[in-house]
């Protein structure tokens, strides 16, 4: 029987529980879970007092292979592919005519309004994946295990791929100086695309043990103003510590988020010094495309801690404390 984490109550610890087999309607394919990143958007759901719906299953970004479809679909089964976060949208606001479906007026996102990938299988629209594909001129490292590999292109699905999406908005001019506002799941990766495309790194988080795996990835601790920030937490005081620190122009993409979050930024900042704020929600197909490659050529390499299904319940309270060093991956199998 398939297996999920499930949230039944709200505010409550969740559990794994036994589904039912549902086969997969028309434009939908049943997927058996490799891997799913757990993540800090999971966490908020547990706080609050009504989640968008219940019972809900956790899980926003995963990696799959296609065993059943639906009439209609496409993929075939034995396909390997990303579950992305967005799992559905309406394409024809003003948005989605735009390219830029993630802040469709009528997306739906995986584990907040439908059920989300944290189990063994997962029925879906095909809509909301990505075949993995390598792109054109792209080798895989010949020491990538394929287990190891499952675990660290669910992180494309939404950490990598935000990673990337975040700093590319920056439009920075190499070398710039950037700092990373906040080193868990997204942090961590974020150092490591800035890097890998030529720019000075500078990271602060509040916990040492992530700051030293930022020192250890290429990071400098941050001493001075930079040109962009990336604030990849939801603390209120990193966003308003790197307002201050951006030079006169300088942009900043914030990833983290939390649906108690509030900040008080000064009008002033933002129209004489001209700083500008952009959302590092997800990011572009071409971001998609450029992580599934950073990932392949071993220019990033996620830090990750592996965990079994049974595990989830228990490892998910780490996260009421903002996380921990890398990102957490279940294995469901």
Do not use: Y
Not at 3 to 16: F, G, W
Not at 97 to 114: E, T
Not at 264 to 293: I, K, M, P, Q
């Amino acid at each position: 029987m398939p297996r999920v984490i499930q949230l039944l109550k709200p505010r409550e610890a969740v559990e794994v529980v036994e589904t039912r087999h549902v086969p997969p309607l028309a434009g939908e394919v049943t997927l058996r879970i490799e891997a799913c990143a757990l993540g800090q958007l999971d966490w908020n759901l547990l706080t609050l007092d009504a989640p968008p719906r219940l019972p809900l299953v956790p899980g926003h970004e995963a990696v799959g292979v296609v065993e059943a479809v639906g009439p209609g679909a496409t993929l075939r089964p034995g396909d390997r592919v990303l579950v992305t976060p967005l799992a559905s949208s309406c394409g024809q606001c003003a948005a989605c005519r735009g390219h830029d479906a993630r802040h469709c007026v009528n997306a739906s996102w995986r584990g907040v309004h439908v059920d989300g990938a944290l189990g063994t299988h997962l029925v879906t629209r095909e809509q909301a994946l990505v075949p993995l594909e390598l792109p054109l001129g792209v080798e895989p490292l010949p020491e990538v295990l394929p287990r190891q590999l499952a675990a660290a292109l669910a992180l494309c699905g939404g950490s990598l791929w935000t990673a990337v999406g975040a700093v590319n908005a920056l439009g920075l001019i190499n070398p710039s100086r950037v700092g990373i506002f906040g080193v868990g799941g997204v942090g961590h990766l974020a150092v490591q695309v800035a890097r890998a495309l030529g720019h000075r790194v500078f990271a602060t988080d509040a916990d040492p043990d992530r700051m030293a795996l930022a020192r250890s990835l290429g990071a400098e601790p941050l001493d001075g103003p930079v040109d962009a920030a990336v604030v990849c937490t939801p603390s209120t005081q990193a966003l308003q510590q790197a307002v201050r620190l951006l030079r006169a122009g300088g942009r900043v993409s914030l990833t983290g988020s939390s649906p108690t979050g509030r900040v008080d930024l000064s009008v002033a900042d933002l129209v004489w010094r001209g700083l500008t704020l952009r959302s590092g929600l997800l990011g572009t197909r071409e971001d998609l495309e450029e992580s599934v490659s950073l990932i392949f050529t071993g220019k990033v390499k996620p830090i990750m801690e592996l965990v079994s299904l049974d595990e989830v319940p228990a490892r998910l309270w780490a996260l009421r404390d903002l996380g921990f060093p890398g990102r957490l991956v279940v294995l469901p199998a």
